[in-house]
């Protein structure tokens, strides 16, 4: 309270913010530490998966309850730092279902998913409320973090296609202090945007690399696609849908829909005309590169990444 930046009208603004934080895991783990010590009103933590023993050295927040689900334990740790602060935790996954009523109470979203199809689907919702999103990504020794949509481009505007393959901190491995340091990059980001720091951190991207080189870029002038793909909810299946999954039997012995064919994302059967194509896999990844096969002929195709619950 004894900076000038902030004082007591700052913090009581602080008082009042909702934040949605989607991911207490490695990014999220220092966001939530960070947020909940700067004395903010609410959080609401998303996070379906279980603390292991594996995640500790990169999401200390979960010390000692190793077989809790990440949101419950991120609210126990709060709790004992700040009792003020109101922590409600969701153990489901953010789907592009209850995407747009999460993001529809919240002053702030941080995506630290570690999920691109998430933030995607966040990217989308926050765009179309006009919500500010700070959305983060770690991998190795390098990441990113960003302040998009409120305002200022979506993701998609920086990030139009997908990477050529999908890896994430538990496949790829990741450095403790990288995601920290990015994770704390996202508290600080969103706590500029409630106290109204200026220039904006909306419209600014800033990248690390090798672990220890701070780079970044503002895209405040960033169109937005004309195309890209839309994730979809399995429940937003349609009669009449081609719906095609992407994932073995081995992989997925039940397929996403009763009507789905199983097909190779490298071949994808094309569509009859008239018919919206659905393509299923498990990251969004194989379902990306089999549209991009099919939009030359077929405009009109969705995604849904079925994940692993």
């Known amino acids: 309270m004894i900076l000038p930046e902030?004082?007591?009208?700052?913090?009581r603004r602080l008082q009042g913010a909702r934040l949605l934080v989607v991911g207490a895991g490695g990014l999220g783990s220092p966001a939530i530490m960070y947020l909940a010590g700067a004395g903010v009103g609410a959080l609401t933590v998303v996070d379906p998966d279980v603390a292991e023993t594996g995640n500790l050295h990169r999401q200390p927040?979960?010390?000692?309850?190793?077989?809790?689900?990440?949101?419950?334990?991120?609210?126990?740790?709060?709790q004992s730092l700040d009792p003020e602060v109101s922590v409600a935790a969701l153990t489901h996954p953010l789907t592009p279902a209850n995407a747009a009523g999460l993001v529809g109470g919240a002053d702030?979203?941080?995506?630290?998913?570690?999920?691109?199809?998430?933030?995607?689907?966040?990217?989308?919702?926050?765009?179309?409320?006009?919500?500010?999103?700070?959305?983060?990504?770690?991998?190795?020794?390098?990441?990113?973090?960003?302040?998009?949509?409120?305002?200022?481009?979506?993701?998609?505007?920086?990030?139009?296609?997908?990477?050529?393959?999908?890896?994430n901190c538990a496949t790829a491995g990741v450095l403790g202090p990288v995601v920290g340091m990015l994770g704390t990059a996202q508290a600080q980001m969103a706590l500029a945007l409630l106290l109204g720091f200026a220039p904006s951190p909306l419209g600014q991207l800033l990248t690390l690399n090798s672990g220890l080189r701070w780079g970044g870029f503002r895209f405040d002038g960033a169109p937005e696609p004309e195309d890209g793909f839309r994730f979809i909810?399995?429940?937003?299946?349609?009669?009449?849908?081609?719906?095609?999954?992407?994932?073995g039997e081995d992989e997925a012995p039940v397929p996403i829909h009763p009507s789905a064919r199983r097909a190779d994302?490298?071949?994808?059967?094309?569509?009859?005309?008239?018919?919206?194509?659905?393509?299923?896999?498990?990251?969004?990844?194989?379902?990306?590169?089999?549209?991009?096969?099919?939009?030359?002929?077929?405009?009109?195709?969705?995604?849904?990444?079925?994940?692993d619950h």
């Open 6 to 11: 902030v004082g007591e009208v700052g913090q």
């Open 61 to 78: 927040i979960h010390a000692g309850r190793v077989g809790w689900n990440k949101a419950n334990s991120a609210r126990a740790f709060v």
């Open 108 to 167: 702030v979203v941080l995506d630290c998913a570690d999920s691109f199809a998430v933030s995607y689907v966040l990217s989308d919702a926050c765009l179309a409320a006009g919500v500010p999103l700070v959305s983060a990504s770690a991998l190795g020794l390098s990441g990113y973090c960003g302040g998009f949509c409120g305002g200022a481009p979506s993701l998609r505007a920086v990030f139009p296609d997908l990477p050529d393959r999908a890896a």
């Open 233 to 247: 909810d399995a429940s937003d299946i349609r009669p009449g849908d081609f719906v095609l999954e992407l994932r």
């Open 265 to 307: 994302p490298a071949a994808p059967p094309a569509p009859p005309p008239g018919a919206r194509a659905v393509l299923a896999c498990r990251s969004g990844l194989r379902a990306w590169r089999a549209a991009r096969l099919l939009a030359p002929t077929h405009p009109e195709i969705v995604l849904i990444a079925a994940g």
